[in-house]
């Protein structure tokens, strides 16, 4: 996992404070071998989706502050569909 002991917690303290659940880290971060990439992060939580959709934007504004300009990708599985993004994440993330 190419990610920082501190970006790692920072990134589970958030979804923990505007969600409820810890997320999954997945895409090439997780690929120790890759190189750059943006952080991709999924959540999975029983909320409206307009709810979440303010969480979200609430725990992008706080991880921007804690971890600076950074491509953070938040992907929020409401239940209400079934991407196929949410199932590449269910089987290839990571709990953080």
Avoid: C
């Avoid at 996992?1 to 923990?16: C, G, N, P, Y």
């Avoid at 992060?41 to 709810?51: N, R």
């Avoid at 300009?69 to 290839?92: Q, S």
């Amino acid at each position: 996992m190419r990610l920082t002991t501190v970006e790692q917690k920072s990134l589970h303290d958030a979804s923990v404070r505007w969600f409820g659940v810890p997320p999954r880290l997945f895409g090439s971060r997780v690929d120790d071998a890759a190189r750059g990439g943006d952080i991709d992060i999924y959540i999975e939580v029983d909320l409206p989706a307009q709810d979440a959709f303010a969480r979200e934007a609430q725990m992008a504004a706080e991880l921007y502050r804690a971890l600076g300009e950074r491509k953070i990708d938040i992907v929020v599985n409401t239940g209400r569909l079934d991407l196929p993004i949410y199932r590449v994440a269910r089987d290839r993330g990571v709990w953080l």
